[in-house]
């Protein structure tokens, strides 16, 4: 079945870095970009940036921008996401989750129809 | 970027009601708009697409309607695993913002 798993649960100090794994099986990673969504504890939803996996290219929300880093190793069906000069604030859980439209259909409608089971990332001094 | 606002912010419901939420864009999106559920500490579960299509295996007495502007996410018979949060999100433009969420409790 199509699955997205996370890597765990981190805790980092202020100005530190975090990378999240994100393990795909069950589909053709190339075909679909993925996600990453994070969620600060009792909020909403908050999406980061995409990529795409058969590039590599992302495109990343500019809030984040200059401080996040998305990537992928297709060998190992795998996305990364490193987000760097951590504070509090960035005290959240973090989704990967997949497009529902594959690349190649121009005109499907992005939605994001599997999602990993998140990753805890504290930041805290 | 686009802003999504949803109405209400929580709702009060009993099983067997029809409930209706509401999701506002701050520019027309079309009908890229989708909604997801969330249950507390589980991931978001995509319930409806471009509007008005309902996710695979996703019960039919989910629907959504709208376009433009103005969207709404409708239960006609809450049942008891109805109840958690529920968001929008437009996929019109990047980046791809969501809703604050509707937290849907029992009454």
């Known amino acids: 079945q199509v699955q997205l798993v996370q890597s765990g649960a981190e805790v980092k100090k202020p100005g530190a870095s975090v990378q999240v794994s994100c393990k795909a099986s069950g589909y053709t990673f190339t075909d679909y970009y993925l996600h990453w969504v994070r969620q600060a504890p009792g909020q909403g939803l908050e999406w980061m940036g995409w990529i795409n996996p058969k590039s590599g290219g992302p495109n990343y929300d500019q809030k984040f921008q200059g401080r996040v880093t998305m990537t992928r190793d297709t060998s190992i069906t795998t996305a990364y996401m490193v987000l760097s000069s951590l504070t509090s604030d960035d005290t959240a859980v973090y989704y990967c989750a997949r497009d529902r439209r594959p690349y190649y259909d121009t005109n499907g409608r992005d939605a994001l129809d599997v999602w990993g089971q998140g990753t805890l990332v504290t930041v805290s001094s | 970027d686009i802003q999504m606002t949803q109405s209400p912010s929580s709702l009060s419901a009993s099983v067997g009601d029809r409930v209706t939420i509401t999701c506002r864009a701050s520019q027309s999106i079309n009908s890229y708009l989708n909604w997801y559920q969330q249950k507390p500490g589980k991931a978001p579960k995509l319930l409806i697409y471009?509007?008005?299509s309902l996710e695979s295996g996703v019960p039919s007495r989910f629907s959504g309607s709208g376009s433009g502007t103005d969207f709404t996410l409708t239960i006609s018979s809450l049942q008891p695993e109805d109840f958690a949060t529920y968001s929008c999100?437009?996929?019109?433009?990047?980046?791809?913002?969501f809703g604050q969420g509707t937290r849907l409790e029992i009454k």
């Open positions: 471009a509007a008005s």
């Open positions: 999100q437009q996929s019109y433009s990047l980046p791809f913002t």
